[in-house]
């Protein structure tokens, strides 16, 4: 991957403040020259945000034109009235993109509860004009919350360019799909297709990482195809599958307050469910992530978070732990004289990498986590008040 | 129940510093005069410590007379060494004691994985004098780590008394026992009878509370009755459910860093399972209770934990959240004209009720959390190292 962003052909972006957020922009929108072949997965949160019931009917014919982001409230919890107001927004813009209504991608995030500010918006959108631009930046900008950065990935299968957008670093949990992520091709997609090969994705990325155990109300994973580009179809899913890697990785580098990054493998297991659960059970113990965050290599708890993984059933004695390559348990014993190449390599890096070997069968699964902070506290205790 | 603590007939302990911590006392004692009925209920994590399953079996006759508990150490992950070192412990005191080996219950405490310093602990029991006392306080001292405080409390059941002292404030969430708790009376309670009611006071008490989600290795809660007074069975439960209670909640009092106790009503469900899983998924979020740290009535994540439930299906339109007697969202509506009271509520009150009417069934659970602060992340990140 280079570090040049390339934009797919056919898209246009736009950000910018309306007033939901007091400063920073909090408006955004991408929208094609054309109709879309498309495909998106959704939070599995039964609390779940008026854009989701509206994003599915929408994408149910596999076909999208644009995408409206609100930013700052996250439009959740909030009834009839906020389904309404995403109505209003929708009307407005189909009006000035001259796009069908039933082709627009709704999401927010922000705060849960509040009404957004509609007369401002539709004020807004009915007396400014919106010049779309060929640049991501303003749209990337907008859609963000408590992230530290904008979050882009993009590359390149055969003519066509890959580009990816993503905001989320709290609340993060994807049960199915996390966050906003908005990828954009010029390949040409089948309609049949692309659903299969945004869900292969995003079971292999976004699915794979934690920052708090928190699922989110209001998270969308979004595949948009402009169809200019013919693509061999295995190239294209391998390099789909590679950025929304890239892009879950970047969710998980900015997450709130975090200094640290764990990949966590458990390997020689029963089946890849049986090893991602164990996983899952490591990289969301509050007290692995606080050993991890004061660089104690207190693998008592990885034996711990790993004990209490539901339904998996394991021989203690069989069991070994390492970290980096170092072996810390292993046949039911401390390796006592890897401790300080331990507590070195903890200390002296950001990434890493755990491996847990269950030694009961042949498969493996990794997922990825990150520290619990003093900072991570701060900026949840104080987010709303 | 009174301030004055009362000890039952028939025990005798003793605590004492043998050497697995730096200065504090880290070894203790309850001895009975004579053999006891008793019952046990043990941690479910799989990463079990060495002292479970000799527990296990040495309650299956439902019998005790003495508890040993080494502190500092949790003998977890130690293999065929660790558990020697039990059997050398428990060797060393049916011989001093004069009590039968498999009338002893074992439990270890503190850090998983180095091996206990089995030379200076059975020194220290073939050279110095054991001087059983009628005071508990040693012993409850003794089998501290992280503890803030002490936590014993008693009560009356006709002529019988009920003692139970409990030690625990991190890595808890138990799923079936927790923590070491000890339980002890005075009264008759038949060999058949007494797992079933330790095990129903349980579910009420230890089972409803949540530090930060993670299962202990080595937790145990045993009750041993010496046999002395004729108690009414009923009015007997009602005690120990009490009792039980009481010292759960001391639990959550005496939790890791916490300023404040989370009480979580789950009303009108459909069972008193699903009540309890809504509930447990509210206090386990790090977003639930990092806000309530930051005394900030941030309810939209109440929603967005009771909608990541796994399995619980419900009607947000239904949904009533309620902080106190105050309602903040009710008929899909954010309650504005409550805010300043359940500000005022969340700022003046350390123990914090809140009430999720689900509007579905007739059941309903409450469970007992605390918030997560930075003393959490300092306490959990300086641990071990």
Redesign the interface.
Known sequence: MGNEIKVPKGFKFYGTHVGIKKKRKDFGLIVADKVCHAAAVFT?????GECIPIGKEHISNAELQAVVVTSGI?N?????V?RENEYRIMECLANKLQVEKENILPSSTG????QLPIDLIENFLKTESIEMKENYEDFAQAILTTDQQMKVRSLKVGDATLLGIVKGS??I?P?MATMLAYVLTDAKIAKEAIYPMLKTAVDQSFNTISI??????SDTVALLASNHYEVDQIAFQTGLNQLCKDLALAVVKDAEGATKTMFVTVKNAVSQEQAKNAGKSII????VK??L?????????I???????EG???D??K?AVYYGQYPI?S????EKQNISQI?AYIEQNEDIYLTVDLHQGTEQFEVIGCD???E???I??????
Chains 1, 2 share one sequence.
């Open positions: 599995k949160n039964t609390f779940c996250a959740v919890a909030t009834g009839k906020g705060l849960i509860g509040p709290g609340m949990e049960n708090d155990s928190d699922t989110s109300t969301n113990s509050p007290l606080t050993a965050f004061g660089n104690d290599p207190n693998w008592g708890r034996a711990m978070a790993l004990g209490k993984t998996l059933i394991f203690q004695n069991v348990f046949n039911n014993n401390e507590l619990l902070s003093y991570y506290v701060k949840n205790s104080d987010y709303s008040s």
